[in-house]
């Protein structure tokens, strides 16, 4: 029996104590981000928008196993938010700015009604060819045949979901979109969770059904900020933890007799809590950069330099060495020796103490030796996902998480308290 065989299958039941208490707790991280948010300059602001905006759409197409060019992507936003801070090596391109569109129009209209016409400009933005692949498929419009979620090799398929008639897809949908824009006794995180689950359960359409229930749950979570912007990303989150999500999901549409949705709950809530959580992380870097490309405005560099840097500022590799330096920038190791001597020179590299041989440098994010005054109590600590750095900031609590790498170097003596707090809470000081 799948989910819509129950008589009035979209009215759900849930552990109201239980998934209240994690609401609560995800409520109070969001609104600890947006507290984060709203104190940031205007150019760091669009910056974070933009970053989380581009791992937000590049998550939710690898989902279904489709790779976008991260860069193509973030220069699509940057155009269609008119930011002028930010410079991309990409390229817009037609297709992509058709999806932060629909993105965009999902998280900054998130009060404005769903209908069919809105859904069915989304999925013509997904599918400009009118294919999927090398497939035609039925776009602006629902699907006309009837759809099964399979997966193995031919003669051995799994029937993991087999989807309402295509004949019932319309009636489904109205009181799908009715509900949607109607409802207001829960919270907009249960409203997301619930929305998603419908919306995929009903399958509307050929294909695009999961960024598409993926943009419309987005859509809800818009709304807890007021449609100024969503700094956090439901799909990366979802893209990590994409085993659990089908398991889950399946278990839902499969044996939801009796219309109890706790688990499916327990999990989505508990997930978005881990996206918030991440967010925070990815807000302190993108914040962190913004202080280093402040404090270093001045410095003279190459465009090699620059580059290189920003991959090293952005996360994408983890030890900034010679041999790392040669290779993102396609030189020799004695070109990258001399990159990296500059740089140390003018203050913005220092090499860890007690390596003779592949040495590993830190990006001095700020150089103002002032800046250590600010903090007291200063330590490394165990935690519910990690290893933290805390200390107490003008008085203030502050917290965040290190990396695995960071938190051997500090064990083994070679990154100390104040290396950590320059690498980490730089942005304070902006």
Known sequence: MWIYERYDWMHFDWDKNKISALVEKVSAGIGFLHGRIASLADDDRSGASVEILTQDIVSSFRIEGISLNT????????????????????TSTHFMEGVVDMMLDATRNCTVP?????????????????????????????????????????????V???????????????????????????SQIIRSAIAHLIFVSIHPFDDGNGRIGRAIADMALAAIGGGNGRFFSMSREIEKEKKEYYAVLEKTQRFCHDGEITP?????????????????????????KSVFWREFSGMELSKRQRKVLNIFLDGKEAKLTAQ?????????????????????????????????????YAINYVKADEFLGHFRD?????????????????????????????????????????DLVHKYMAYLFS
């Not at 999925?123 to 193995?152: E, K």
């Not at 959580?277 to 302190?284: A, G, I, K, P, R």
Request: net charge negative; glycine share 10%; aromatic share 10%.
């Open 71 to 90: 860069d193509d992507v973030r220069s699509s936003i940057v155009r269609r938010l008119g930011v002028t801070n930010i410079q991309t090596e990409g």
């Open 114 to 158: 769903l209908d069919r016409e809105r859904l069915f400009g989304w999925h013509s933005a997904l599918f400009p060819t009118g294919r999927s692949g090398s497939y035609p498929i039925t776009v602006g419009g629902y699907r006309v045949g009837d759809v099964q979620v399979v997966s193995g090799s031919m003669g051995h398929e799994t």
């Open 160 to 186: 993991h979901y087999m989807a309402p008639p295509a004949s019932d897809v319309n009636d489904y949908m109205e009181e799908f979109m009715y509900w949607f824009n109607s409802e207001s006794g829960i």
């Open 264 to 288: 499916w709950l327990e999990w989505y809530v508990a997930c978005l809590d881990r996206a918030v959580d991440n967010s925070l992380e990815t807000l302190s870097g993108i914040l962190n």
């Open 324 to 360: 790392n330096w040669a290779r993102l920038g396609s030189v020799s190791l004695d070109t990258a020796l001399r990159d990296i001597d500059d740089l140390v020179r003018k203050g913005a590299l220092s090499a860890y103490p007690g390596r003779t041989r592949k040495i590993e």
């Open 378 to 418: 200063t330590r490394v600590e165990p935690g519910e996902r990690g290893h933290y750095l805390a200390a107490t900031y003008d008085g203030t609590e502050v917290r965040e998480r290190i990396s695995d790498l960071d938190y051997e170097q500090f064990i083994s003596g070679n990154l100390s308290s104040s």
